[in-house]
């Protein structure tokens, strides 16, 4: 179970998802009700999500033993694009899951009608 966790995909995959799913809910408390904030949300969900599966692999790779120093070697632009390409990958995780969880806010709207 430990190189399940440690070696393989299942924990960022969990932890991308669970973001992907609660990121927007979280947004929705505190962004008004109605059309243009939801859509503010969606782009908001996504910077977010871009910015927090980017720094999970950023997490993942120290965690693998990679040195802090040999990561920043190729200077932080290098290691910024590097880890930022790996983010906008896992948009294949995430980028579902927070469409379905923003679709489903209006079915909560009290003030706003959809």
Do not use: C, H
Request: proline share 6%.
């Amino acid at each position: 179970m430990a190189e399940l966790l440690s070696e393989g995909l299942f924990l960022p995959v969990v932890v991308i998802a669970g973001a992907a799913f609660a990121v927007p809910r979280l947004l929705a408390f505190v962004l008004p009700e109605g059309v243009v904030p939801l859509m503010m949300n969606a782009l908001l969900s996504t910077l977010v999500l871009f910015a927090l599966s980017a720094a999970v692999f950023a997490l993942l790779y120290l965690w693998q033993g990679v040195p802090l120093a040999q990561l920043a070697d190729a200077g932080l632009w290098a290691s910024v694009g590097f880890f930022g390409r790996l983010g906008l990958m896992a948009a294949i995780i995430w980028a579902p899951i927070m469409i379905l969880s923003v679709a489903g806010l209006p079915r909560k709207w009290v003030k706003e009608t959809w």
